[in-house]
Structure formats: C-alpha cells, structure tokens
C-alpha cells in the first residue's frame, strides 16, 4: 500500500475566544471546497463569521475531481496551499493514518456525541477525528411522481433494477424532451464509479477479493456494466458520459429528468413540484446498493494557521452553523447541511421544509460500509485503501468508453482489469 503514501442575520457564531484572539486583521484562511451547493452557500453565511472575528476567508472553489487531484498533491507533498481542505471518508482515515491532517479535537458545547455513528466513524482512525462532516448523504431514488402516474408505474423502497427499467422506458419521452433516467457517467472514482459501484455491489460484485486482486473480469461486473450502459443508453439524455451530479441536478430542475438515483443530499436543491423518494434499488443484494459518503473539513499538518482553521471548522460544522443557514434570508430550514447530526431531524421546521428528511435518513442508516465476506475491504462506493483513487479513476475512464460507445463492454472491463491489476501488483498486494 506504497503508492500514495509516497507520493448580522440574527445569527450566534458562538467563535471559540482563540478565534477572537487571532483576530488583528491579519488572520486569512485559505479554504478549498468543492462547488457544490451546500458549499457555495457556506460563502454566503460565513460573511457574519468574517464579520464577527475578522478572519478573512479565501475560497478556492473546485469541481469536484480537480478538487480531489489538487488537494491531494497539495496535501501529500506538504505544499501548504490551503488552510482547510474539502475531503471525505475515503481520505480522512487514511490522511490521518499517514500524519498527513490533523487530529480534530473540539470544546464541549460543540457536542461531538450529536453527530451520526456513520459520519464520525467514517472521518476517524483507531477512534480520532481527522475531519468534520459538513454534510453527510447515502443515495436514493428521487423521481417525478406526476410522470410515473400518469405512465401508471410505481417505484418501491429497494425496487428491483427491472422494475426501475421499466420505469424509465414508460416515462421516457425524449420528443418532448424528458429523459427516463439520469445517472452519473462522468468518469471518476468519485463520479460515475460512484453510481457505478452501488450498482456492481447489487449485483453481487466487489472491486477486489480477499487477496486485493482486483475482480474486473467477473460474470457480476460483466452484468452490472452491462445493465448499467443499456438502461442510460436507452433511457438517459445524449451526451451522459459527461454528467456527474452538479450536470444532472441542472437537468433534472429543468425537467428534463423523469428519475435520478443519486446522492440524497441533492434533494435539498430539487427545484421541481411533485418529487417522491424511494430506497435504493438492486439486483438481488440489496447491501451496498446505496452509498454512504460526507464532505468534510480538515487541516493539512503543518498549517501555520493551525488554530484559526481548527476555529472555523469548529463553527462551519456546529449545531449554531445549521441555525445560521435556517435564520439566514437567502436559505432557510430547506437549505441547512443535512446528513451529520442527530438534532438536525428533530427540529420541526426542518421536517416541514423538507420532505426527503426521512428516506435521508434512512438512507444513510442503512448504508453498510464495512468489510463483509463478499468485499473485504471497508467503504460502499469506494475501497478504503490508499491505491483505490488511482485504480477508480482507471476503471471510471473504461466505463465512461463503455458508455460512449467508444468501446464494448467486455472490451472496457478488459482494459480495467489490466490497468487495476498493474496498480494492486505494483503497490506489493501479489
């Protein structure tokens, strides 16, 4: 496991007295974020943080794979860059493993007990939080109820993936520019291989077998990859290899999408009448159907600014940070960071403004990361091993092929199983 080791809105900030110490002016964060919406929104609210304490806030905004490649050759070499960085739970642990973010350690009042088990131990290492959650979300069906009455079809909780086919064929309606389906199909570990691997892990598949030998060149990826190129063929808008999820949620608040499985966390920003939520589907094994994932905040050791950035971090992810985005004139209940902490879905206003809020959470507490006899690594959509950015990123520019119809489907997993197999031998697995 060598490879990548070696390379004024009524708000309460409610700052740690450190913060306000540092505050001569002269304090600046440099915060890397992905573009996503919860993050972009945070710039907004921040300016009372700013206000308040006169740190100033660099963003740095990114999509979302630039973002991955940036920070962590940014990180892994100690370049010092950023103050704070956007990473997730198939980093942080191992990050944190290497020394390569700081522990996190928060006061009292920031209630680390209120965060959900399946965050705090999916950001953490033998017990210590090396990143702070600052949305959570699994995965789940959101379709438009209106399309699949008047197509007379249903769509269940776990639905089998033929049911949710047939679905799609009956709301398809490209003359009128409504597509069945949008999936993900950008490639990416963190893109289409996202989606992808749910889809393989609902089919019985797994990425590597108990030796790490990469399991490409199975009968269930063959059928997932398979299954998957035919139903966004058929049913998804031309040009899907191109989508990932800030793509497909412009398409689906255009109504363009009749159904999209995805990151439960797009429910927030779902701009159509009429959506319905459902549990993920699969093809006979419904563990790993759904993922489970959280945009976090960490310090890359060595930060000069150590103690301003642990500061920020602990007021961006607080239960007074999810008050200030639902006091906040712009936002409200139905734009708070949803998917971290237990309290967020006991406040009566959230559940009135948000109707996804309980297949959210039941998303997420279903989610099954850890290691099982048909995977023996940790993590739904991803590996939890330091090699599996490089060998997900291989495998999703395949798939993408694949998708395209640059390439067969045997053809591409092929390939994937040659350049994954190089990857696993080359970091001394076999």
Same mark, same amino acid.
């Given at each position: 496991?060598?490879?990548?080791?070696?390379?004024?809105l009524?708000?309460t900030i409610?700052v740690t007295?450190?913060?306000?110490?540092?505050a001569?002016?002269?304090t600046?964060?440099?915060?890397?974020?992905?573009?996503?919406?919860?993050?972009?929104n945070?710039?907004?609210?921040?300016?009372a943080?700013?206000e308040?304490?006169?740190?100033?806030?660099?963003?740095?905004?990114?999509?979302?794979?630039?973002?991955?490649e940036q920070?962590?050759?940014?990180t892994?070499?100690?370049?010092?860059q950023?103050?704070?960085?956007?990473?997730?739970?198939?980093?942080?642990?191992?990050?944190?493993?290497?020394?390569?973010i700081?522990?996190?350690?928060f006061?009292?009042?920031?209630?680390?007990?209120?965060?959900?088990p399946?965050m705090? @131990?999916?950001?953490?290492?033998?017990?210590?939080?090396?990143? $702070?959650?600052f949305?959570?979300?699994?995965s789940?069906?959101?379709?438009?109820?209106?399309?699949?009455?008047?197509?007379?079809?249903e769509?269940a909780? @776990?639905?089998?993936?033929d049911?949710?086919q047939?679905?799609a064929?009956?709301i398809? !309606?490209?003359?009128?520019g409504?597509?069945?389906?949008?999936?993900?199909g950008?490639?990416?570990?963190?893109?289409?291989?996202?989606?992808?691997?749910?889809?393989?892990?609902? %089919?019985?598949?797994?990425?590597?077998d108990a030796d790490?030998?990469?399991?490409?060149?199975s !009968?269930?990826?063959?059928?997932?990859?398979? %299954?998957?190129?035919?139903?966004?063929?058929t049913?998804?808008p031309?040009?899907s290899e191109g989508?990932? %999820?800030n793509?497909i949620?412009?398409l689906?608040?255009?109504?363009?999408c009749?159904?999209w499985? !995805?990151?439960?966390?797009?429910a927030?920003?779902?701009?159509?009448?009429?959506?319905?939520?459902?549990?993920?589907?699969? /093809?006979?094994?419904p563990v790993?159907?759904?993922?489970?994932?959280?945009?976090?905040m960490?310090?890359? /050791?060595?930060s000069?600014?150590y103690?301003?950035?642990?500061d920020?971090?602990?007021?961006?992810?607080?239960?007074?940070y999810?008050? $200030?985005?639902?006091?906040h004139p !712009?936002f409200g209940?139905?734009s708070v960071?949803?998917?971290?902490?237990a309290?967020t879905?006991?406040?009566?206003?959230?559940?009135?403004?948000?109707?996804? /809020?309980?297949?959210?959470? /039941?998303?997420?507490e279903?989610?099954?990361?850890?290691?099982?006899?048909?995977k023996?690594?940790?993590?739904?959509q991803?590996a939890a091993?330091?090699?599996?950015?490089?060998?997900?990123?291989?495998?999703?520019?395949?798939?993408?092929?694949?998708?395209?119809?640059a390439?067969s489907?045997?053809?591409?997993l092929?390939?994937?199983q040659?350049?994954a197999?190089a990857?696993?031998?080359?970091?001394g697995y076999?």
């Open positions: 496991m060598k490879s990548l080791l070696n390379t004024a009524g708000l409610g007295g450190a913060s306000i110490a540092m001569d002016g002269h600046e964060l440099t915060i890397a974020i992905v573009n996503n919406g919860h993050m972009i945070m710039q907004s609210v921040a300016e943080y700013t308040e304490t006169g740190v100033a806030l660099n963003w740095v905004s990114l999509e979302e794979g630039v973002l991955r920070v962590t050759s940014d892994a070499t100690g370049g010092g950023y103050d704070i960085i956007n990473i997730g739970m198939q980093e942080a642990p191992i990050w944190g493993a290497a020394g390569w700081e522990p996190l350690e006061g009292a009042e920031y209630d680390v007990d209120d965060m959900l399946a705090r @131990n999916g950001l953490s290492h033998e017990g210590t939080l090396y990143a $702070a959650p949305y959570g979300e699994s789940m069906v959101m379709y438009r109820k209106d399309l699949t009455d008047a197509a007379g079809v769509i909780d @776990n639905d089998s993936w049911n949710i047939a679905a064929a009956a398809h !309606d490209p003359d009128n409504v597509y069945g389906v949008c999936l993900r950008k490639p990416g570990w963190g893109d289409n291989m996202a989606f992808v691997t749910t889809v393989v892990n609902s %089919f019985g598949g797994a990425w590597f790490y030998r990469p399991t490409l060149d !009968d269930e990826w063959n059928a997932a990859i398979n %299954f998957y190129v035919d139903l966004l063929g049913y998804g031309p040009g989508n990932s %999820f793509e949620l412009a689906y608040n255009e109504g363009r009749g159904m499985i !995805d990151a439960t966390i797009a927030s920003f779902l701009e159509v009448d009429g959506v319905a939520y459902a549990q993920s589907p699969n /093809a006979g094994n790993g159907a759904n993922w489970l994932w959280a945009w976090a960490a310090v890359p /050791a060595g000069p600014n103690e301003a950035a642990m920020f971090i602990e007021w961006a992810t607080s239960k007074e999810i008050q $200030a985005v639902a006091n !712009d209940w139905g960071p949803t998917g971290t902490r309290s879905y006991a406040y009566e206003e959230f559940q009135a403004a948000a109707p996804f /809020a309980a297949a959210e959470m /039941a998303a997420i279903s989610a099954a990361p850890e290691a099982t006899d048909l023996p690594y940790v993590g739904v991803f091993i330091p090699e599996f950015p490089e060998v997900g990123t291989a495998v999703a520019q395949e798939i993408a092929a694949a998708l395209s119809g390439k489907v045997d053809e591409a092929e390939a994937a040659a350049a197999d990857i696993m031998s080359e970091a076999y």
